[in-house]
């Protein structure tokens, strides 16, 4: 089974930035493709990123909503994927997700529902 687990969360005033990791135990993330997402209470689970596997190539894929602010990019010799958030906006405020599955065309073509593996998140607040 595996295991994800994000880092990186916290309070951060609009216009400024953060990053999050996601690390997978006991398999490499190399293998996977891996997703952001995130959910305020009383919506659903929206993504913001997805990565595709090393043996995919890497393509990145950001809804309208992130693009130009959002990057993911994945360190294999950290075994980590990262979400650096730039120009932070109270709307970004939410628990942030991490998830694993097989090809990020799951990702977008189902959503949440593609997935096969999920972290616990990390709180972002986007306040003054």
């Known amino acids: 089974q595996l295991q994800l687990v994000e880092s990186g969360g916290g309070l951060v005033q609009p216009g400024g930035s953060l990053r999050l990791s996601c690390t997978t135990s006991p398999y490499s993330l190399d293998y996977y493709a891996i997703g952001w997402f995130r959910q305020v209470p009383g919506k659903e689970r929206e993504g913001v990123s997805c990565i595709s596997s090393s043996s995919g190539g890497g393509n990145t894929f950001y809804p309208d909503s992130v693009k130009g602010r959002f990057t993911i990019s994945r360190d294999s010799s950290k075994n980590t994927v990262y979400l650096q958030m730039n120009l932070l906006k109270p709307e970004d405020t939410a628990t942030y997700y991490c998830?694993?599955?097989?090809?990020?065309?799951?990702?977008?073509?189902?959503?949440?529902?593609?997935?096969?593996?999920w972290g616990k998140g990390t709180l972002v607040i986007v306040s003054s």
């Open positions: 998830a694993a599955t097989s090809s990020c065309y799951l990702y977008t073509d189902s959503g949440p529902g593609g997935m096969d593996f």
